[in-house]
């Protein structure tokens, strides 16, 4: 035998304890020293194994408590058994009830001892084991029960421990997982359930009349019982042949009882646990027994949604199995189909947030409890439930009654991402084995971690933390509870769910029948080519697929509601396809349903952003948030492409390939803020003056890096820096700060010889940067092109294309005409050098700003430009009315109002001195200059004709200034996102807004001011 531990060694072994980890070294050595005195001294071995316990005081006095009960020869083999110093130790540090089981059954220390105590007993196996406790014959347990006497039901209990005994030292030694431990559990109760019968029918002399099914519910149903639990059972049973139904439930009923009692009473053993019948049909208010047609009728006509919900776990465990299979083959089918009910998902929601609520109000406890708390198991059952119901109904793979097994099934299909559902199951299993500790210490039903020092070091010790068992467990448990209630609100609340629940079952299946019949009544113009999409999408065994499976019957339903499904749907696969395995992707759709909504939205609505997608289809990450579609700053796109243009530079490469790779990069910039533009555009996010101001810092963002970039090259090419300062003036629109999705830049170059510099040199220099930008700018590129128009400089294209500053001065001092004049109005000198920009726009405002206004010479030559263009440039052919530009009561005609203001007014009224047109309507209604009334027609007709511009070029991809009438689907597409119900409300509209404003035009530009 191992070195026994004698008084005489007393000396060293205070000090060995606590190394050990007993927190009462005093009394552990009084313990051993009783020991040793009774004849039962403790080995080295043991006592070191006593130190590997979750608590070596608990294990210790449990340990000499049974000691003493075994004769000689027991007490050694207990402690010769190298699996037993293993196993026994574990035990009694963390259960002082199975110790106390011990004391009464000092024999039963042998399920711990030899193969047998690591090998995991079957279904049948515990079955036969607990009905021969109350003398039944396991072959045929029905006549040959003992009745339920105190002796018998102390047997079961008996018999009942010595099998957790067994499990508890496979369990918390390791070779049992938490799976297989709740399992087991399930597997034991449903045993005590079946010799429970078997004592019922030796109570209840009829009890041959009928056939009595026990039903598994909760977690008993799903293989995933607890230590100590009340059993959740729901009875069904039918008369036997010949016998009358009423009879047989009065039976049935009475067997029902007697094997509730035979589990719940109370005997000098304890109880086993209760067992509750509260999820029949009605409740406790309902017949306790029912028949497989009365269950049938319940929930086809009464059920509510949390009686589906408890169904799910629902399974035959004990008595007639055979009419417990016919009850699931009945019942079994309507769990699956109450997802399709009115507000299914709503009402799972609001019960798990009744019982969160009564949580709280009801106990301190709440932030500690296991089960019902934020972050508890709880959290995880209801989320995997609510999933599985929904998807369950087109997904049979998703149909296990037990959480884990879900949970693994739901992950695997896509429905939920592997890492969540991985910190789920990790959650869940740490959560499990925690319950299973604190019940196994008094086996006692609680779900609460305490907050005594001493028990967190026992729970923390059982769970292997050793430097700071307490801390380390306090640690450990609040991060998952974290993790899960995070996951939790994700999924439990994910807004998919609610769209999936109300498709019908055979389209959430999306099988080819049901498709090609919904792409029809969705009113998709090529179902055959719509369903060719959805079986490339949807097809094979990936996760890809899975998940696409998942999405595409809702997102077919958002396409419709779109202008162009077909177009949607073509999109959506295009994205896809081009995403392809990128991990992300249809994560974000499916965790996300704002994303998938605004997707589909987007695509069937706008060629425009369909195309932009396309061509950086990682833009779609950006629908996630509202704050991710607002415009950036001007400073914060500038700094981002300046920098573009400096990494390309300093890569040290050839001066063009580096000037046109530091281009593309910012085309790429601003390809991705059109699409954050448009969508937010599209979806009502923003207004007409932030979409103008957003595409000016756009299109001027990427002028300036280009220019930078073309000034780059050159002085690469020049050998040195450039002789001369540039600038580049924008012009009409762009100037405005109002450009549309469709516009040109019109720009202007200035430029100013550094002082000592040839002026021809100088003019050559910036000559070259300025065609190099156009090049730069003008190359193919996958995204919509920025024209550069210099065409409004001085002289036109017969001009030069550059000017000094000087030669500006004497144009304009000399040569001006008052279109000239008008047109300074919205030059704007935003690009280049800043203190040159600054120079310019001090030569030009005396220009556009005249000190004295203009003289009734210029006055009747605008106006007459101003009619010459209205019957000259419009396009031949066309409805004048429906010409948002050039209409009567158009843009130009709201523009040349202003802007004739402007030249007469802006010399003494500052609010004038705007490049923008509504800004200068604003100003000249509060200097009087503008009825309140004429600028509020003006300005709105203006807004009205610029969104309309605006949304004819996001639905079409490619400008227009009419209103669209010949082409029904962009029709209904510009009608649709401007908010009207109809095509016609807009065209009435928008004449409306232009007849009042032509009224305006003619009395404020070509009569007299009011």
């Known amino acids: 035998m191992s070195e026994l531990w004698t008084p005489d060694r007393r000396p060293s072994l205070a000090g060995r304890l606590a190394r050990l980890g007993f927190t009462d070294a005093g009394r552990a050595e009084r313990l051993l020293a009783e020991a040793a005195a009774d004849g039962t001294p403790i080995a080295d071995p043991v006592?070191?194994?006593?130190?590997?316990?979750?608590?070596?005081?608990?294990?210790?006095?449990?340990?000499?408590t049974l000691l003493g009960g075994l004769d000689q020869p027991a007490r050694a083999a207990v402690q010769a058994d190298e699996g037993v110093r293993r196993r026994l130790p574990a035990v009694l540090g963390v259960s002082s009830a199975l110790a106390e089981h011990l004391a009464r059954h000092p024999g039963d220390w042998e399920v711990l001892s030899g193969d047998?105590?690591?090998?995991?007993?079957?279904?049948?196996?515990?079955?036969?084991?607990?009905?021969?406790?109350?003398g039944a014959d396991p072959a045929d347990p029905e006549p040959c029960a003992r009745d339920g006497s105190t002796d018998t039901l102390v047997a079961l209990r008996a018999a009942y421990r010595r099998h957790l005994l067994h499990l508890a030292g496979r369990d918390l030694t390791g070779v049992a997982d938490i799976g297989e431990v709740a399992a087991e559990l399930a597997d034991l109760a449903a045993a005590a359930l079946e010799a429970g019968l078997a004592v019922a029918r030796?109570?209840?002399?009829?009890?041959?009349?009928?056939?009595?099914?026990?039903?598994?519910?909760?977690?008993?149903?799903?293989r995933e019982l607890n230590y100590v639990s009340d059993v959740d059972v729901i009875f069904v049973a039918e008369p036997k042949a010949g016998r009358a139904e009423t009879e047989a439930l009065r039976a049935a009923t009475r067997l029902a009882s007697a094997l509730m009692r035979a589990c719940s009473a109370t005997t000098p053993e304890g109880s086993l646990w209760e067992v509750d019948a509260a999820l029949r049909p009605e409740g406790k208010a309902g017949p306790l027994v029912r028949t497989l047609a009365s269950h049938r009728a319940y929930y086809e006509r009464w059920a509510k949604t949390w009686e589906f919900q408890a169904l799910l776990k629902a399974r035959p465990v004990a008595g007639d199995l055979a009419l417990g299979e016919e009850y699931m083959n009945a019942i079994g089918p309507m769990v699956w189909k109450a997802a399709a009910g009115e507000s299914f998902v709503e009402d799972v929601q609001a019960m798990r947030q009744r019982v969160e609520s009564h949580l709280h109000r009801q106990t301190e406890e709440a932030e500690r409890q296991l089960k019902l708390g934020p972050g508890g198991l709880r959290d995880v059952e209801f989320a995997v439930q609510l999933l599985q119901l929904v998807h369950g109904r087109a997904d049979e793979t998703l149909r296990s009654p037990n959480t884990l097994d879900a949970l693994a099934a739901l992950s695997q299909g896509g429905y939920v991402g592997r890492d969540d559902a991985a910190g789920l199951a990790s959650?869940?299993?740490?959560?499990?084995?925690?319950?299973?500790?604190?019940?196994?210490?008094?086996?006692?039903?609680?779900?609460?971690?305490?907050d005594d020092p001493a028990d967190l070091r026992r729970l923390g010790r059982a769970l292997g933390l050793r430097t700071d068992p307490e801390g380390e467990f306090t640690a450990l448990w609040r991060r998952h509870a974290r993790g899960v209630r995070t996951i939790h609100e994700k999924l439990f609340y994910r807004p998919l769910l609610r769209a999936v629940a109300r498709l019908p079952e055979e389209e959430a299946r999306l099988t080819p029948e049901a498709a090609r019949t919904r792409l029809t009544a969705l009113g998709f113009n090529d179902p055959a080519g719509a369903l060719r999409h959805i079986q490339a999408l949807t097809s094979g065994v990936s996760r890809r697929a899975a998940i696409q499976r998942t999405l595409l019957p809702v997102m077919l339903g958002w396409f419709a509601d779109g202008p162009d499904p077909d177009a949607g749907l073509l999109g959506f696969r295009q994205v896809s396809d081009a995403l392809g395995t990128t991990p992300w992707y249809l994560r974000l759709l499916r965790d996300e349903v704002t994303v998938a909504e605004r997707m589909a939205r987007v695509l069937s609505a706008s060629r425009f952003a369909t195309d932009l997608l396309l061509r950086a289809p990682e833009a779609v990450a950006m629908l996630a948030t509202d704050a991710d579609l607002a415009p950036r700053s001007h400073e914060a796109l500038l700094s981002e492409a300046l920098a573009a243009v400096r990494r390309r530079e300093d890569a040290g490469r050839d001066a063009e390939e580096s000037a046109e790779d530091a281009v593309a990069v910012v085309r790429g910039l601003r390809r991705r803020e059109l699409f954050r533009l448009s969508v937010g555009d599209l979806l009502g996010m923003t207004d007409v003056r932030t979409v103008g101001e957003a595409l000016t810092d756009i299109a001027s963002v990427t002028i300036e890096a280009a220019l930078q970039a073309a000034i780059n090259k050159i002085e690469m090419e020049r050998r040195g820096p450039l002789p001369t300062r540039i600038a580049v003036v924008a012009m009409g629109r762009m100037g405005g700060h109002e450009l549309g999705y469709g516009s040109d830049a019109d720009v202007m170059f200035v430029h100013d010889p550094l002082p000592g510099a040839d002026e021809r040199d100088a003019q050559g220099a910036a000559h070259a940067v300025a065609e190099e930008l156009r090049r730069l700018l003008a190359r193919p590129a996958p995204d919509p092109p920025l024209q550069i128009d210099p065409n409004l400089r001085p002289e036109g294209r017969q001009g030069p294309l550059v000017r000094t500053l000087a030669s500006y001065a004497a144009y304009y001092a000399r040569w001006s005409a008052p279109w000239e004049s008008q047109a300074l109005l919205r030059a704007d000198p935003i690009i280049g050098d800043a203190e040159l920009g600054h120079r310019f726009r001090a030569l030009i405002d005396p220009i556009r700003w005249p000190r004295d206004g203009i003289d009734e010479a210029a006055l009747r030559e605008i106006r007459r430009l101003k009619a010459r263009m209205e019957s000259e440039r419009l396009p031949r052919g066309v409805e004048r009315r429906l010409h948002t530009k050039l209409g009567p009561g158009g843009l130009s005609d709201v523009e040349w109002v202003a802007q004739l203001l402007q030249l007469r007014h802006a010399h003494e009224v500052a609010g004038l001195r705007t490049t923008r047109t509504l800004a200068a309507l604003d100003a000249a209604v509060e200097a009087g200059l503008l009825?309140?009334?004429?600028?509020?027609?003006?300005?709105?007709?203006?807004?009205?004709?610029?969104?309309?511009?605006?949304?004819?070029?996001?639905?079409?991809?490619?400008?227009?200034?009419?209103?669209?009438?010949?082409?029904?689907?962009?029709?209904?597409?510009?009608?649709?996102?401007?908010?009207?119900?109809?095509?016609?409300?807009?065209?009435?509209?928008?004449?409306?807004?232009?007849?009042?404003?032509?009224?305006v035009v003619e009395r404020v530009f070509y009569g007299e001011e009011q």
Not at 54 to 60: C, S
Not at 959 to 975: C, K, N, W
């Open 116 to 134: 047998g105590a690591i090998q995991r007993p079957g279904p049948q196996r515990l079955r036969d084991s607990l009905l021969h406790a109350v």
């Open 47 to 64: 006592l070191e194994s006593l130190g590997a316990a979750a608590d070596p005081d608990l294990a210790l006095r449990g340990l000499v």
């Open 931 to 999: 009825d309140e009334a004429d600028g509020r027609v003006l300005s709105a007709a203006w807004q009205l004709a610029t969104r309309i511009r605006n949304t004819m070029m996001l639905v079409r991809g490619r400008a227009s200034d009419l209103l669209p009438t010949d082409h029904h689907r962009e029709r209904s597409a510009v009608t649709a996102i401007l908010g009207y119900p109809g095509t016609g409300d807009l065209l009435e509209d928008y004449r409306r807004h232009a007849r009042r404003a032509r009224r």
């Open 427 to 450: 959650a869940y299993r740490f959560l499990r084995r925690v319950e299973h500790l604190l019940q196994l210490y008094r086996l006692r039903r609680t779900h609460v971690v305490p």
């Open 202 to 222: 030796a109570e209840v002399p009829d009890a041959g009349l009928c056939r009595l099914a026990v039903i598994g519910m909760g977690k008993c149903g799903g």
